[in-house]
């Protein structure tokens, strides 16, 4: 089925652990985005990418690790997870026009 | 920079009546805005989107939007409400990487 697909969709995790979360997308989208959502702060950017090889910061980048070997793929890695990582995070794509963004259906990770 | 505000964390309305759901917007061009919408536990869909041409933006479910460039604002409107309508509303505007700027979100409450 084409689109984008999150995994896990839970995690469980403890702190000072590295855990990866996954995305994948099917549209050949040039660009992918990951935010957090926290009660308060609708959506932040922590990173995003152009296209392959090519990623930067957004506005929450600390404590975040991200690569982009192949165009359909964007791993967000938390190298030693902490308690104020514990949140909702999705993944997006969009074209290189921006003229429609897809999202994740999200991961909700729990750092104990 | 780009951002948005939205006026109200919280908004309750009747089932049948209007409902109002207020953003504002700052840029130094003309933006990309949209609309998202959060059903509990779930992913985010895109409700409507404007991008430069027709200011008053019909989108799905019966939602519209009105670009308002004298006011800064992109408020959202439906004339009325379902109980289906109860989730969270995200009002985003685009940057000029593309990144998408979350609005902190907007609860509508739906009572029968």
């Known amino acids: 089925d084409a689109g984008i697909t999150q995994s896990p969709r839970y995690k469980i995790t403890e702190t000072g652990r590295q855990v990866t979360l996954m995305c994948h997308q099917t549209w050949s989208h040039s660009y992918m985005f990951w935010y957090r959502q926290d009660l308060g702060h609708g959506l932040r950017l922590i990173y995003y990418s152009a296209a392959a090889d090519i990623t930067d910061k957004g506005e929450v980048p600390d404590g975040y690790v991200v690569s982009r070997s192949k165009t359909e793929n964007f791993p967000l890695t938390l190298e030693s997870a902490t308690r104020s990582q514990t949140s909702v995070y999705f993944c997006?794509?969009?074209?290189?026009?921006?003229?429609?963004?897809?999202f994740g259906s999200g991961t909700r990770l729990t750092v104990v | 920079a780009q951002s948005v505000t939205q006026l109200d964390s919280h908004v309750s309305v009747s089932e049948g009546t209007p409902v109002l759901l207020r953003c504002n917007y700052s840029?130094?061009?003309?933006?990309?805005l949209f609309w998202y919408v959060q059903h509990p536990n779930k992913g985010l869909q895109l409700l409507l989107k404007y991008t430069s041409a027709a200011t008053l933006v019909k989108g799905i479910n019966g939602f519209e939007a009105e670009f308002k460039k004298s006011e800064t604002s992109f408020h959202l409107t439906k004339p009325s409400a379902h109980m289906s309508d109860a989730a969270e509303y995200f009002c985003v505007v685009s940057d000029v990487q593309g990144n998408l700027i979350f609005g902190k979100g907007t609860k509508l409450s739906v009572k029968p």
């Open positions: 997006a794509s969009s074209d290189w026009m921006f003229t429609g963004y897809t």
């Open positions: 840029s130094s061009y003309s933006p990309s």
